[in-house]
Nanobody
Framework: QVQLVESGRGLVQPGGSMRLSCAAS???????????MSWYLQALGKERELVST???????NYADSVKSRFTVSRNNAKNTVSLQINNLKPEDTAVYYC???????????WGQGTQVTVSS
């Protein structure tokens, strides 16, 4: 059974930094490396939105609103994906979700989310 578990929740002051991690388990035969991994955020009362993706080839993409502040990375040996967030802003306050997707296999998994609050 595949599970994605995010960690790194907390309260951070504006201008601070935070590193979110997503640990994946339950993937058989090193299949984790075959999944595109993404981070989404969902602010209170708003729809979930894509902020960053790292492909199976480690190509990265970011939403325009987070470019230069967010950095996504993956470690296929440890089945983890991370999101480094710098210069946090109050509008970054949201629940952050980890997603694993493989369209060929029609597989799509979500973590339970982790709360990030940016406030002074």
């Amino acid at each position: 059974q595949v599970q994605l578990v995010e960690s790194g929740r907390g309260l951070v002051q504006p201008g601070g930094s935070m590193r979110l991690s997503c640990a994946a388990s339950g993937f058989s035969f090193s299949r984790f490396r075959r999944y595109d991994m993404s981070w989404y955020l969902q602010a209170l009362g708003k729809e979930r939105e894509l902020v960053s993706t790292i492909s199976i080839a480690s190509t990265t993409n970011y939403a325009d609103s987070v470019k230069s502040r967010f950095t996504v990375s993956r470690n296929n040996a440890k089945n983890t994906v991370s999101l480094q967030i710098n210069n946090l802003k109050p509008e970054d306050t949201a629940v952050y979700y980890c997603n694993a997707k493989n369209e060929v296999w029609s597989s799509d998994y979500w973590g339970q989310g982790t709360q990030v609050t940016v406030s002074s």
